[in-house]
C-alpha cells in the first residue's frame, strides 16, 4: 500500500482489507458467495452471454502485458472469479482490486493468498468505482471488467477511470451490450428488476470512452459483451 497515491485517508479494517471512511456497505455482500458460483461457471456464461471465462481472462491478460513498470488498479474486481490467475502471472506488479464489497473482495483476496500473492504489491481497497480514493494522471493501467453495465451514469464511471490514468496510461473496459438477441433479453430482464441500468449497445459503450479522451487501440464483440482497450491522451 503506498499512501502517496490517494488523496485523502485510507484505513485498514480488521479483515486487512484497506477501505475508504465513511462508505455503505455493498448491495453484492448478501449475494457474494453464491454470485461467485454463477459466473465461475462456464455454461452459464456460454448460454446467457456468449462467453466463455477465458475470453475475460485473455482481455485481463492483455491488460497486465501492456503494463510495464505502473501501478495497475482494477475497478469493481469482485472476486476475481476469471482473472486470479492472469493475475497470479504479475505478482511482482504493483495491484489495486477495487470494489464497493467487501465479501466480495474477501473472496477474492483469498484466491490472490492461496496464489502466493505478496501483500506489499497487492492491495485490496473498499472504494466506490464513482468517486475513487486516486488522486488524478496517478496509474499506468486501468482494468474495469463488466461493471459499467450496472450504472444509470456510465459515463461517471469511465471519468473517474480516464481522472486516475496518468497521460499514456491505458484503459481495458468490457461491459454487458445488447449485440446478441438472447443476452440483450436477459439484460432488458435483469434491468426490470433493478439490477442493471438500461442496457446500452457496444457502439455506445465505445463512444462514452472515446468521448471522455480515450484514443481507442482495440474494439470488439463477442456475444453480449464489448472489449474495449484504449489510452489516454
Ligand atoms: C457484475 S460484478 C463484476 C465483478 C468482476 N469485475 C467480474 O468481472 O467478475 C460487479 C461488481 O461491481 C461491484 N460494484 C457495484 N457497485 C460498485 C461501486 N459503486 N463501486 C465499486 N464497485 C461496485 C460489485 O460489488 C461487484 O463486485
Known amino acids: 500500500m503506498n499512501h502517496d497515491l490517494f488523496k485523502g485517508a485510507i484505513s485498514k479494517t480488521k479483515g486487512a482489507l484497506w477501505e475508504v471512511e465513511g462508505l455503505p456497505k455493498g448491495e453484492y455482500d448478501s449475494q457474494a458467495v453464491q454470485y ?6 462456464g455454461l452459464y456464461n456460454r448460454i446467457m452471454w456468449g ?28 472476486t476475481l472469479g476469471f482473472t486470479y490467475k492472469a493475475y497470479a502471472e504479475h505478482l511482482q506488479k504493483e495491484i489495486y482490486f477495487c470494489d ?3 465479501e466480495m473482495l474477501n473472496i477474492g483476496k483469498k484466491r490472490m493468498e492461496k496464489l502466493g500473492a505478496d501483500p506489499s504489491n497487492v492491495t485490496f481497497l473498499r472504494s466506490d468505482a464513482l468517486n475513487m480514493p486516486f488522486k488524478d ?26 481522472r486516475i490514468l496518468q497521460p499514456q496510461g491505458q484503459l481495458f473496459l468490457t461491459s454487458l451490450c445488447t449485440e446478441r438477441k438472447l443476452s440483450a433479453k436477459y439484460l432488458n430482464l435483469l434491468h426490470k428488476k433493478g439490477h442493471v441500468a438500461k442496457p446500452l449497445g457496444a457502439l455506445a459503450i465505445r463512444n462514452i470512452v472515446e468521448e471522455r479522451g480515450v484514443k481507442i487501440k482495440t474494439f470488439e464483440v463477442k456475444g453480449g459483451m464489448a472489449y474495449v482497450s484504449g489510452i489516454k491522451k
Open 100 to 102: 464497493l464489497s467487501g
Open 36 to 41: 461467485d458460483k454463477l459466473i465461475s461457471n
Open 137 to 162: 494522471n496517478i496509474l499506468q493501467t486501468v482494468l474495469s471488467f463488466g461493471i459499467l453495465h450496472i450504472f444509470d451514469n456510465p459515463t461517471q464511471l469511465v471519468q473517474e477511470c480516464v
Open 51 to 78: 462467453n466463455w471465462p477465458s475470453n475475460y481472462a485473455e482481455f485481463c491478460r492483455q491488460g497486465l502485458k501492456s503494463n510495464t513498470d505502473g501501478v495497475i488498479a482494477d475497478i469493481g474486481c469482485g
